[in-house]
Nanobody, 127 residues
Framework: QVQLVESGGGLVQTGGSLRLSCAAS????????MGWFRQAPGKEREFVAAISWSGGSTNYADSVKGRFTISRDNAKNTVYLQMNSLKPEDTAVYYCAAARSGRSWADLIQGVRYDYWGQGTQVTVSA
């Protein structure tokens, strides 16, 4: 079992930056692939980014490519999402998720087969 707690959300102006953190419990964090998702009001949850257990592979949604960077520190049991050049359409609740070892990377970058979810952190980008 993994518990995930997101932090770092807030209100920022267009063009600004935020860094989200997701702290994971447990001693097996380094074996989990991790992902970030978001859900805007009235919309379905969408995949944002994923990172493999080692950090050697990453993948991004087209809408954030070149602006967002996912990274992880396995020694700190934490995954990050650095968000730059923020736009009003980035406004959403952001969730981190963990996938157990053995999940297909092809599935994970499609946003499926994640096993554990955090409670989310609100990001609001003002125009």
């Amino acid at each position: 079992q993994v518990q995930l707690v997101e932090s770092g959300g807030g209100l920022v102006q267009t063009g600004g930056s935020l860094r989200l953190s997701c702290a994971a419990s447990g001693r097996t964090f380094s074996s989990y692939a991790m992902g970030w998702f978001r859900q805007a009001p009235g919309k379905e949850r969408e995949f944002v980014a994923a990172i493999s257990w080692s950090g050697g592979s990453t993948n991004y949604a087209d809408s954030v490519k070149g602006r967002f960077t996912i990274s992880r520190d396995n020694a700190k049991n934490t995954v990050y999402l650095q968000m730059n050049s923020l736009k009003p359409e980035d406004t959403a609740v952001y969730y981190c998720a963990a996938a157990r070892s053995g999940r297909s990377w092809a599935d994970l970058i499609q946003g499926v087969r994640y096993d554990y979810w955090g409670q989310g952190t609100q990001v609001t980008v003002s125009a």
